[in-house]
């Protein structure tokens, strides 16, 4: 009908998963994903060493794509060089819809290594990402 907006069917939303190592970035995606699609709870060493993309079909609500990140806090001390990369990523993506934020309430952790991050992630992408 006229005036009725249809959405793009090429459009798949975009999650990206941030954090500390061992805030459950990995653990989050899987759970909304109703799947297992990322490696997760390595113990005390970081599971995710590299970004990780995949493109699922929740049901109910159709494909999304879900970027998962190495974590913040990094067993291997890799901050730096993981920050470049995701942002190089990040980048590279046509679409952003959403940043997910994963913070273990268990460990709350809001240290210099995610403070970091986030300013990185301002500046890349201005205030009001």
């Known amino acids: 009908e006229y005036g009725e907006i249809m959405p793009d069917s090429r459009y798949i939303p975009t999650l990206i998963f941030f954090g500390m190592t061992g805030a459950g970035k990995s653990a989050t995606a899987n759970s909304l994903a109703h799947k297992q699609?990322?490696?997760?709870?390595?113990?005390?060493?970081?599971?995710?060493?590299?970004?990780?993309?995949?493109?699922?079909?929740?049901?109910?609500?159709?494909?999304?794509?879900?970027?998962?990140?190495?974590?913040?806090?990094?067993?291997?001390?890799?901050?730096?060089?993981?920050?470049?990369?995701?942002?190089?990523?990040?980048?590279?993506?046509?679409?952003?819809?959403?940043?997910?934020?994963?913070?273990?309430?268990q460990q709350p952790r809001f240290d210099a290594s995610l403070q970091k991050m986030l300013r990185y992630l301002f500046d890349t992408f201005g205030k009001n990402v």
Do not use: R, Y
């Open 37 to 105: 699609l990322f490696k997760e709870d390595c113990g005390f060493d970081s599971c995710t060493k590299e970004i990780q993309i995949e493109v699922v079909d929740v049901v109910g609500f159709g494909k999304f794509k879900f970027v998962d990140t190495p974590g913040f806090g990094d067993s291997d001390g890799d901050d730096e060089e993981n920050l470049k990369t995701i942002l190089q990523t990040l980048k590279s993506l046509e679409i952003i819809s959403c940043f997910i934020i994963c913070i273990n309430s």
